[in-house]
């Protein structure tokens, strides 16, 4: 196969939110009041680069493994895809994948925090609660599988049920994953800052859908678009690209059962954030319901890369309003 091909079949533009989210759930983690570490270590640099590298890697795999089961759709969405093109067989492409979930979820086994970081011993040998990284990535792994797997449920067919494992996976517990790399997930802030991400890709994730209803609705996938129709779909997942940024202050002033904010980074940082999301997120939102029929007109619609740059500007944010204090 060529590297240009496998580039391909990589997605790459794709890769770079789940490393932000990963890099970026580990320095809320560091820059939050419940950090372990006094200082950066060499240890936690071997850490974030395992880790966010195999978060890159497991959604490359995802990538591939979805165009497999995806084919027959994409013969009509997008049949410049290799697979369409027969520049790759199925087998290979699955193999591919396949190996690619491997190399992205074993060496994840050795992501532990403190006290158990110091050592490969220790880390191989960290209590199960300590591997919770490791979990969190093989519980990505399977959703993935639901979602585009005929055999495991493929909730790629049934409209929100599909946004709804998206989000899980790429929303909640990326960021969830990334903070168990540094710290304790068994509080209430991290999942607090997942479901941020869960609830804006709950809607947002729909943006893709549009450009492929020809091929969707031939082959029984409901999605938004399908099911209600591109402009009554707009008017729905709209509301997903602002409603999510206004948990931030809501994060910031309920205190939780010791007196503390769920969210304890720089609040100040963490309102600037919030205001410049929303009005973000209202652009987008305007950009989407001026002319929902325009959505379902090109694969790369403005709001579909807006969806993106918006998922990497807060994550770069939110690990920019903890570290910075």
């Known amino acids: 196969m060529k590297v240009k091909t496998f580039i391909e079949l990589l997605r790459p533009f794709t890769l770079l939110p789940p490393l932000l989210g990963i890099l970026s759930g580990s320095a809320c983690a560091w820059g939050s009041s419940h950090n372990p570490y006094l200082k950066f270590t060499l240890s936690l640099f071997f850490t974030l680069l395992v880790g966010s590298f195999c978060a890159s890697l497991l959604n490359g795999a995802s990538n591939i493994i979805n165009q497999v089961y995806d084919l027959e759709i994409d013969k009509i969405n997008k049949p410049n895809r290799p697979l369409p093109r027969g520049e790759v067989s199925e087998k290979k492409a699955k193999i591919i994948s396949?190996?690619?979930?491997?190399?992205?979820?074993?060496?994840?086994?050795?992501?532990?925090?403190?006290?158990?970081d110091e050592s490969f011993i220790k880390r191989t040998l960290a209590p199960i609660p300590y591997h919770a990284t490791f979990f969190i990535f093989v519980l990505g792994?399977?959703?993935?599988?639901?979602?585009?797997?005929?055999?495991?449920?493929?909730?790629?067919?049934?409209?929100?049920?599909?946004?709804?494992?998206?989000?899980l996976a790429r929303g909640e517990l990326l960021k969830v994953a990334g903070w168990a790399m540094v710290s304790n997930v068994l509080i209430l802030e991290p999942w607090y800052l997942g479901f941020i991400f869960f609830l804006f890709l709950l809607g947002a994730t729909s943006t893709k859908d549009f450009s492929d209803i020809e091929g969707d609705r031939k082959f029984g996938c409901m999605t938004l678009p399908v099911k209600y129709g591109a402009v009554k779909a707009a008017r729905m997942i709209t509301p997903f690209f602002i409603i999510p940024w206004l948990l931030i202050p809501s994060g910031i002033f309920i205190k939780t059962f010791n007196g503390e904010s769920i969210l304890t980074g720089n609040a100040a940082l963490l309102l600037i954030l919030s205001f410049i999301l929303t009005?973000?997120?209202?652009?987008?939102?305007?950009?989407?319901?001026?002319?929902?029929?325009?959505?379902?007109?090109?694969?790369?619609?403005?709001?579909?890369?807006?969806?993106?740059?918006?998922?990497?500007?807060?994550?770069?944010?939110?690990?920019?309003?903890?570290?910075?204090?």
Request: charged letters at 10%.
């Open 141 to 167: 792994m399977v959703l993935t599988f639901i979602y585009s797997s005929p055999k495991y449920g493929r909730t790629k067919k049934y409209g929100f049920l599909a946004n709804l494992t998206i989000a």
């Open 279 to 325: 009005l973000w997120g209202i652009y987008t939102a305007g950009l989407v319901l001026k002319d929902p029929n325009s959505l379902t007109q090109t694969e790369n619609h403005p709001s579909w890369r807006h969806m993106y740059l918006m998922m990497m500007f807060a994550q770069i944010g939110f690990a920019a309003a903890y570290i910075i204090k």
């Open 98 to 116: 396949y190996i690619l979930y491997i190399l992205s979820i074993v060496p994840v086994w050795w992501i532990t925090p403190p006290p158990y």
